[in-house]
């Protein structure tokens, strides 16, 4: 169904009017004030620091605090670099950015499915006529002209995906004031609340921030010293298309539809609604605003929801879902949701416990912190980086939401970067890279979900674009499932996307054991796999099977374009993509044909090769050395030796070291996400030390701003994703029945311990080490496969028994 913008408006009017409210304020497309506005001119005192190790925390409201730059890279602009200071709390699907100021609070809002734009099918309808001939010439290698043919007739109508956008804001107007003291914010991982505390005169004030998974509301809770002491006006503002109305005695209503994006109009209708709940004192509804005067505490519960039932079913009732949510929450005492919204937290996050050591430094704010990690000497950082990474995702990826996207669940703008989408081609799949090793396999639930929809669109594209079997996914989706190429020549027409995706549903097979999923998932490879049977051809020089046409992601190569024939990454996507197929037909013992297909097509797939330079090839010919950019940020064609283990140090020591030479051609500095990549691939490769010296820069300023969100200027969240992974990577890697323990420890961090690691094949893997040696391992089988674990140069085999513990001490 769409809904043009002003029937929506009329509605959420109509809707108003229904409530008792009166419409007063129908706000136009401006950011929001800025939070620093009637700051206090003094912060005096010293607060204690947290008492928590796992803690992020501040002397400053994020408006106060000195402005950020990441350094050396480009300027951002100063809302964002205001903004990367906010602290993120998030349930999977409600999301708020907490500012922390004292006269006035900004509470920046999302809601996982207020995207731009309605259902949409953008596959260009010449593009399969124009395919045999692209094909022709990027085989005859006129690379540019088969590129101007692709940006003419294959590209997707519309260009651009939709994207991701804020919900808006709710602003705190507290009484003026001229100063503060012992002023502390901070974000407990522990328990998920974010806290605001500081005293004026002889009052001291705490307020708690939460989102809670279990009553889907965003709680904020005021209290004082003294009674009476909490006076405020709460409002709210966005730059939708909305309405704000207040009515008696405390509820607050914004209501509106989503943005447009070139070619596709907005359909959603979304509503965020506020329960003001004042003990004492007196709360009024005025204007758009309600007032609390004088309580002595006070709880407010936010409710927000839009009418996305599905991508292709916008049908929902947002204001009977929050009307509903409320009416259940609001029942219960703020202790009530505290606690339950803890428990449930900490049912995920408390699964793995990482230990590397702790310093005095670890007593100072973070952002002190970060400036002089790089220093050593604070090695709980880097513990905090790990389990702020678990924190994120845990906040931003739930079962019955939708994936963490290019920043999570956080975005204050409409037209973020990239519309803060899926980018596949590397970013989303970063995302869940810690999911499955740090323990958080419910966490991939929703990008499970994103999969089995992508089967149905993505079958769609393969149907008509390429008259194929199967499904496909170019290098972007978004909310609406969108699956045709998209943005440009040098980054669209990649059609791995979907296959890459593909492989995490086997690895959450791997990790777990679990057939049933395994039969539930097995149609999606399967469909990925069908589609690349009836879409490889065979290149003329080697009569090796390649995609074609394809790119290596984003990369140009020297004959001035980036479309090729069989660009190395994918033919390494490829492999595992049959391996596993193949893999999961055998168990469920189906598709007898098929897997013999698949591995006659896997055998001709074009190998990996070694260039003159010593180094991997990122395309079929010896080009790497004449690339414009030898240190591009994407390593494609490192794909093979991280995620996949397709190359490896003991099985394939040639393409290894080739693996290694082109990483150190393309050198250790990047932006945030491909900086992380290849602290993960210098891990794989075993060398702990130069892993550690990738990670200070990660975790420095230049990389990681003071809310610790990662800079890939302005902001993208797939490197703190990554830089988790690759700390649990430095200490546990696993594949083909064997765990490696300590494979990639620094010298840096020379005595540690973590607990409830996953590995492959089912297994919780806990060890600790001292002097950089291991003391000892414990290893519990949760699927009942053999292992053999490994240390160094030594080797144990252990058959065993589902629910069985064994300890090993690596000799
Ligand atoms: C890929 C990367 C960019 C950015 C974008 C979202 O295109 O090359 O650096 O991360 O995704």
New binding site residues.
Partial sequence: MRISISSALACAAALAMAIGATVVAQNAPTPPPASSAASPSQFTGEATPPEGPLTLWYRQPAADHPAVQPVGAPAIAAATAEWVKALPIGNGRLGAMVFGGVVNERLQLNEDTLWAGGPYDPVNPDAHDALPEVRRLLFDGKYAEGAKLIADKVLAKPLRQMPYQTMGNLQLTFPATTSVENYRRDLDLDTAIARVEYTIGDVHYTREVLSSPVDQVIAIRLTASQPGKISFKTEMNTPQRATVAASAPGTLTMAGVNGDAPGVKGALTFETRVRVLAQGGKTVAEGSAISVTGADSATLLIAAATSYKSYKDITGNPHELNAKTLATAEKKPWTAIRDAHIKEHQRLFHRVQLDLGSTPAARRPTDERIKDFSGGGDPQLATLYFQFGRYLLISSSRPGGQPAN?QGLWNESMDP??GSKY?I???TEMNYWPAEPTNLAECVDPLIAMVMDLTDTGARTAKEMYGARGWVVH?NTDLWRASAPIDGVG?GPWPTGGAWLALHLWDHYDYSGDKTFLAKAYPALKGASQFFVDTLVEEPKHHWLVTNPSLS??NTHPMGAAVVPGPTMDMQILRDLFTDTIHAAEILGLDGDLRTQLAATRARLAPSQIGSAGQLQEWLEDWDMQARDVHH??VSHLFGLYPSWQINRRDTPELTAAAKKSLEIRGDQA?G??TAWRINLWARLGDGDHAFSILNFLLSPQRTYPDMFDA?PPF?I?GNFGGASAIAEMLVQSHNGEIELLPALPKAWPAGSIAGLRARGGFDVDLSWKDGKLLSSTVHSTAGNPVRLRYGTATKDFPMKKGETITWKGF
Avoid: C, G, K
Wanted: hydrophobic share 25%.
């Fill in positions: 290019l970067p990239w980018t081609n590397i970013n290098h980054s992601p984003e940020r994407h932006t996400w491909a890939h993208q797939d």
